[in-house]
Structure formats: C-alpha cells, structure tokens
C-alpha cells in the first residue's frame, strides 16, 4: 500500500524529513495495545514499541502514539517488529477530558478529515449529548457530519430530523439505517481515496454494524441494544485505523459512556452560534443573561425564537468549560480562591 492511500501528504512529509535522513520509515499506527502499536507501512503491516529515548522524552499521556498517528518507525531485522522514535506533528486532534477526577486529556484519534458524529434515532437519542459532541469535534481541527443511525427503528425521522437541524448550525446531517444501506452512500463522499474518518458516539449507536456495511463484509462484531433504554455494550473493545476498499480510511472506536469537554471558549460559540449571535444584541457586552435589563437572550426566550432547552444546554457546557479553565490554569484557580476568601470575610464582619 502506498503511503498515500494511508494519508500520507505533503504537512506530513514536510515534518518526516529529519527523520528520513536517520534512516526511519513513515507510518501510520492502526491499533494500539497495552504497549504495543500495529503500524502500517508501504512494507506492509508491523507490530512496534516505543524507543528507550523516545519514552524518555515524552512529557505526558498525550505525546503517546495513537490511533490515527503518523510515526517515525526503524524496522528490526526481518521486517515484522519495529521501533517507534518518534510522533510526526498531529493535523488534528479528537480528545476529551479524562475520565472522572482526572484533569488531563485523553487523545481519542488523531490526523481525522471528518468527524461522524453518530446517534441513534432509537430510544436514546439526545440533541443535548450531540451538541456536547459538536463542541469537541470543532475543537479537534476535523470537519463534523452529524450521523443519524437506525432510521429504521424511528416511528418519526422527520421530528428527530427538525430538532437536529435546530442546533446543527449548518453542519451536514446525515439519515441512515444501515440494516437497510439507507444514507451509506452520502458518507462515501468523506471517503474518498486518502481521507480519513472518525466514528465518533456513544454504546450502540451503531458503528460496527456503519463499519461493515461500508466494508461490505464482517469485520466488527455488533450486538444488540437493551430494549428498555436503547443502550449497547462496547462491542468495539480498542480504536481501530481499517482501510476501505473505496480507498479511504476509516476510524471505529468504541462506544463512549461519559464524554467530558476538552475545548475553548471558541468550539462552544461555534456550536452555539445561535445563541451567541443573540447575545450580541443584549445590552451589556458582559451580559449574564439573568436579571440584567434589556437581555437579548431572555427576551428570545420569551418570544420562543430560542429554546429553553438550548439555552440551558449552552450555560451547562460554558460552566463545564470555566471549570476546566480554572483547573488548567493555577493561577486563575488561585484568583478564585482569593475572591471567595474575601467574600467570606466580609460576610463575617457583618453584623447580624
């Protein structure tokens, strides 16, 4: 397989070059195990770790290879393991936030042409948890499709479709039921020899049954939702790089439970142009939106041109987002700390 067919384009080759002169090889990392990686290779297909100094080197969780990356790889003797010295530059980046307490990021895929995010149009669709997914694919540098699955088992497509098309604020919207290869042909347009996409959504939304439609045989195992809330199980156990017979390439990962925001104030306004587009008009430019006179945004509210639900959908993820700031940033959460002192303080010097 030529590089090429992998991705492989000129940013990339720009940044391989010191690498090629130190004898390595480019590839691109198609799975990741404990501490392994399966890279593909014009030679074909090789298991590989990290090199001693390269691990030395790395700073944190993040500068791991992983799926979607593009690697520097030395080829031992024989051909079939290698070692990975180093990660070329990312073009793009789908993360979140670490799962639970921790305040890291975690790289879901990387180097992605288009982002699919998946719902399923079953008893588990949720406009609140698309947007949430919006907000981290215009974060990632990739381009959103939104994939409305499992048409087939939706009593009103049409209902669904108009409260997607509510938040989507532009983007495409894909409807398919891939039971009956309905829609599969409008994803082959992001699909085209060299591009490369992400399936993106939560357990049993139907991206391994998306998969082998697309590959027109079984290659991923699916499974069957529960029936009383339309929930699957992680049928896809690891983030797998799968090479189409259309020439592009394509991302499966598993399902994710708890997606946290790993964004800037930026990705949130491009989800929520509406809203922010409102705000303009409020009177105070630092306009919260609660008692302040002449608010644009209470007023859409009450004329119905902005939805409650929207609304409070963009104040959950803005609190979501301020939080993670104040956690990233010591000094802003030392600020914080300092004003609710002086608060207290005062709050105590006053008499009863």
């Known amino acids: 397989m030529h590089l090429n067919q992998l991705g492989w384009d000129h940013f990339f080759a720009q940044s391989f070059e010191v690498h090629s002169q130190r004898g390595y090889i480019a590839g691109r990392v198609a799975i990741v195990h404990k501490d392994r990686w399966v890279i593909l290779t014009e030679q074909g297909e090789h298991l590989a770790e990290i090199a001693g100094r390269f691990r030395h080197q790395i700073a944190s969780a993040e500068a791991l290879p992983v799926v979607g990356d593009w690697v520097a790889l030395r ?70 499709v939104i994939v409305l699955s499992k048409a087939d088992l939706c009593s009103d497509v049409a209902h669904c479709l108009r409260a997607v098309e509510s938040i989507a604020a532009g983007l495409p919207i894909v409807v398919l039921s891939a039971n009956e290869d309905q829609g599969l042909l409008a994803l082959q347009k992001y699909l085209k020899p060299g591009q490369t996409a992400a399936l993106l959504g939560s357990s049993g939304v139907g991206k391994s049954t998306i998969v082998n439609r697309l590959m027109g045989r079984q290659i991923q195992r699916t499974a069957e939702v529960r029936a009383d809330d339309s929930r699957g199980r992680h049928t896809t156990t690891h983030r797998e790089l799968i090479a189409l017979e259309s020439g592009g390439l394509l991302i499966d990962t598993p399902g994710m439970r708890e997606i946290q925001l790993w964004a800037t104030d930026d990705s949130l306004q491009s989800t929520f142009s509406d809203v922010e587009t409102v705000a303009q008009h409020c009177r105070f430019r630092d306009c919260h939106h609660l008692d302040e006179p002449d608010c644009a945004v209470k007023q859409a509210i009450e004329t119905g041109a902005l939805s409650p639900a929207r609304f409070a959908s963009y104040q959950k993820l803005q609190k979501e987002l301020d939080y993670l700031i104040r956690k990233q940033d010591p000094l802003a959460q030392q600020a914080q700390k300092q004003q609710w002192k002086k608060i207290h303080k005062q709050m105590r010097s006053q008499k009863p």
């Open 75 to 144: 080829l031992r003797e024989g051909g079939e393991h290698g070692i990975i010295g180093a990660v070329l530059p990312r073009k793009s980046k789908f993360s979140r936030k670490g799962v639970g307490s921790s305040n890291e990021e975690q790289l879901v895929a990387t180097n992605i042409d288009t982002a699919f995010l998946v719902s399923g149009l079953d008893g588990d669709f949720n406009p609140r948890r698309i947007e949430r997914y919006m907000v981290l694919a215009w974060e990632s540098g990739a381009n959103p």
